[in-house]
């Protein structure tokens, strides 16, 4: 079946501008992630989504950062007023029911000049 | 929090050669430790796992060795090829946390297997 998917696959901005990605997780999958990597570094927690709890918003960056996740399948990641740093790759994954593999889709670079 | 040192940053190997990762995790909790491969332009994907009540497991050319007392644990690539390299990524995590596991990753490294 068809696997997580993101857009833009690409996305470069201007500074102070909101930008907004987007992931399609695999279908049945309850449980929804947000990563940032940047150059050279491992994956950063963001956010989590877990069916119809509330999210666990403890590694957002930032308040400029939020997410939401709309009828339990798609969601959306928020950057208000982007800054240069915010410049990395932001990974989505899903896994079914919060179990413990993880599936990710392919990632927006997001270039912020 | 958890904290996950990953070494060497970057390996390079002649093909047919074993290549060895190495982690190390601070929080004697995490009961769940995933490898993932990355590909240039590509998410991260699962390629095995270990939980702390096992020891090592094996998956063809791919083995996971887990030593809780020490703290750390190893992939081996075995007969490497180039299509092996990659981005490598050891993570660790405690869960469920929330109903949910959420990894610490390491800081990954870049694989390099010449023809």
């Known amino acids: 079946g068809a696997g997580v998917s993101q857009s833009p696959s690409n996305k470069v901005t201007e500074k102070g501008k909101d930008v907004e990605l987007r992931c399609d997780p695999i279908?049945?999958?309850?449980?929804l992630y947000w990563y940032r990597q940047s150059l050279g570094q491992g994956l950063e927690f963001l956010i989590y989504?877990?069916?119809?709890?509330?999210?666990?918003k403890s590694g957002l960056p930032s308040d400029r950062f939020s997410a939401e996740r709309t009828g339990g399948s798609v969601s959306t990641l928020t950057i208000q007023r982007t800054q240069q740093e915010d410049s990395a790759v932001y990974l989505c994954?899903?896994?079914?029911?919060?179990?413990?593999?993880?599936?990710f889709g392919p990632g927006t670079r997001l270039l912020v000049l | 929090g958890e904290n996950v040192e990953q070494h060497p940053s970057t390996l390079s190997v002649q093909e047919g050669d074993s290549a060895v990762i190495k982690c190390t995790y601070s929080?004697?909790?995490?009961?769940?430790f995933p490898w993932y491969k990355q590909e240039l332009g590509k998410g991260p994907q699962l390629i095995i796992d270990?939980?702390?009540?096992?020891g090592e497991k094996k998956d063809q050319r791919i083995a996971v060795t887990l030593n809780k007392t020490a703290k750390h644990f190893s992939l081996h690539i075995t007969e490497t090829q180039p299509e092996d390299s990659a981005v490598y990524f050891c993570?660790?995590?405690?869960?469920?946390?929330?109903?949910?596991?959420?990894?610490?990753f390491g800081r990954g490294t870049s694989l390099i297997v010449h023809p």
């Open positions: 993570a660790a995590s405690m869960g469920p946390r929330g109903g949910s596991y959420i990894p610490t």
């Open positions: 270990i939980r702390s009540n096992v």
């Open positions: 929080d004697s909790a995490s009961n769940y």
């Open positions: 994954a899903s896994s079914r029911d919060g179990g413990e593999t993880q599936y």
């Open positions: 279908s049945g999958h309850t449980a």
């Open positions: 989504f877990q069916g119809n709890s509330a999210p666990d």
